[in-house]
């Protein structure tokens, strides 16, 4: 038995193994673009089997295709929807910037797999799987529907266990008052609990600015065909499709108000990506602060402990690392760099559609996934089990010369600022430099200088 069959399309006859779903076009993919390792990801083909199935059930409401052609498509796309047949979608990232060889792949494998379950040659892969579409406004809705999903249905919540797990630690460390810093410098105290609620605020701000990406987002291309002017589409076919997918997956999509918009724009990709990086930057800033707080734990800050979850080093024993914090930051920064690959491919928009989709696919998807997952990972290894060290902050906020700063109203700010070199310069208390000076008596100072009351 031969190990491939010959598949023909307008360019001829094409090889393709035994074994294999598909047809010519993704063949002929597969061996024109053999670069990178870097493959569609399965978020996005997830979203085109939804895609397909909505498409078939339109199709077949207006008489297009037939209802057996269309129980034949819709049963195949359910099967993808399952995790089933995902190895027969092998197309790189690195293809054609329409994606329109994955289009053809879908429409190649649920053709072979419908007409297999159907026992009859009754699907087309042009003519019945892509019935009123085009590659063109398929891939950048089924682009749209993926970051619609994965944005709510695990950035989000990922984000929101994040914020619930710092209330929560800022219901626990109430009252407890420690130095603050800027510019990493000793600066007025603050409680712990107002520190860690502006961390929560931070992530709470970033999926506002997320969310507000979203009606964007949820803007479909499909019904603009080739160019944008719906050719060889029913008419309101877009409204169908959005109405069949809110039913499959409670998001109201809506079309594109403007059709040649949908398919040469990417600014709602640009947008979420720059939230997402307003994300990262934040991520950022919490993760570098916990690991300054946890530093130590004899020669550093030493001001909170974090969890040990495994050895820090090969060689110096009893080490531990604040490994969630450096997962973290590691994201946020390829984050940042996702970012500017997407920015630069939506700017190549050139006449009637964008020719850099799959980059932009790869890019936010990979994106969403890594903050979704460092995210999680870093509220249930690292926040859950974030522990004060009471002793050490009481030492500190006793040591700043900075308290000195409620003195401002007293003494005046420049006896303040000689008190405060005065101390450092001497190795002295602030107290003992005040008294030293003559600025108060001990019985003033005592009465002036209390942490509390510089809250």
Known sequence: MSDYRIEEDVLGKVKVPADKYWKSQTQRSLENFPIGKETMPKSLLYAFSLLKEACAKANASYGKITQEQCDAICHVCQQIQEDQYLDQFPLHIWQTGSGTQTNMNFNEVITTLGNLWAHATILHPNDTVNCSQSSNDTFPTALHMMLAQKTREELLPACQKMVDQLQKLEKENEGIIKIGRTHLQDATPLYFSQELSGYRSMIEHSMRQIQECLPFVDELAIGATAVGTGINC???????????????????FKPDPNKFHALTSKDACVMLSGALKGLACNCMKIANDIRWLASGPRCGIHEIEIPS??????IMPGKVNPTQCEALTMVAVQVMGNDTTVGIAASQGNFELNVFMPVIAYNLDQSLQLLSDAIDSFTKRCLVGLKADQKTMDENLHHSLMLVTCLNPVIGYEKAGKASQYAYHHNCSLKEAILHLGYLSEEEFDRYVDPKKML
């Open 234 to 252: 029913p008419k309101d076919f877009d409204e169908k499709i959005c109405a069949i997918l809110k039913e499959k997956t409670g998001i109201d």
């Open 309 to 314: 979850n495994e050895p820090g080093s090969s």
